[in-house]
């Protein structure tokens, strides 16, 4: 397949690249420098000269705190420029696939959220990548809208992608025990990116490992134990103690209603991500 990949140096959209091209497939991997997805004439100049199959959209605003200081970047990047590559894309007739958050959910239901739910996001990001699935599906029905939450993986720089190098530098961290979400290797949904683009049906999908999920804490605490670092390391506070500006759901576990249907099995397990990607870490430093 011939795929265009943006936002190429984040890191969902290295793990997408990655695997595309281990099946073979011609990937233009584009970062900011070299396709501003906000640009909606470079985006639809590319898409028309570039007879992609696919097009996964990896590019986002993706500064939770900035945005509630900044939210006409945010709403620039994450709701109109998505609509500039969903236009673009269906002009072309290829494949969509964007990605948006388990943050459109307000985290008040317990138990898992499904496309049944309706979504509340409560800060700027959330609802830029709410307003982001709208506009996509409104300008290109055929849209294929993955949302995802608490990604980890290679060269991701957010908590749950870091913690396991400072607990082996015998850091302390402080992770949160009253936040729940469903976490999601970055290359499991770089492989479910993939089988969509090329399903093509059209919809709002929930991809993360399967599992009953987790708190940061509990994430935490299967790092440790996979990596055997020291539990002690760690201290427990509540998502109330960190005053960050953004609000933030306190439950975001996912769970898809839609994948079955179109023939695609449950991601693996949270945990045993977990040792897939610590084992791949630590291959990397030997
Ligand atoms: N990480 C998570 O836990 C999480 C959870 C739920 C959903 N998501 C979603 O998953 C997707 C991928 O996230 P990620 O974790 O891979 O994020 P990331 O590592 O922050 O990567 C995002 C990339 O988008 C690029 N970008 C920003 N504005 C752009 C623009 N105008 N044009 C082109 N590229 C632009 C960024 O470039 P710069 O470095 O130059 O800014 C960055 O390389 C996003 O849609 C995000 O909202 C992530």
Redesign the pocket.
Known sequence: MRILI??A?????RAAAAHCRSLGDTVSAL??KD????NRAAVSALMRRGDFAAVIN?????DVDGAESDPESCFA?NSV?VSNLASAAAESGCAFVT?S??YVFDGEKEGFYTQDDAPNPLGFYARS?LEGERLAAAVYPASVIVR????FGRG?T?FLSVMHKLLAEGKRIKAISDAFGTPTFAADLAARLRELSEVSRAGIYHVVNSGSGTSYLGFAQMVCEKGGFDPALIEAVSDDDLNRPAPRPRNSRLACLCSGGVGLRPLPDWEDAIERFLSAESLRKL
């Open positions: 943006t936002g140096d984040g890191m969902v959209a970062a900011r396709l501003d997805i906000t990896c590019a986002a605003y993706t990047v420029a990605i958050t388990d990548k995802t939450g608490w990604i991701g957010n």
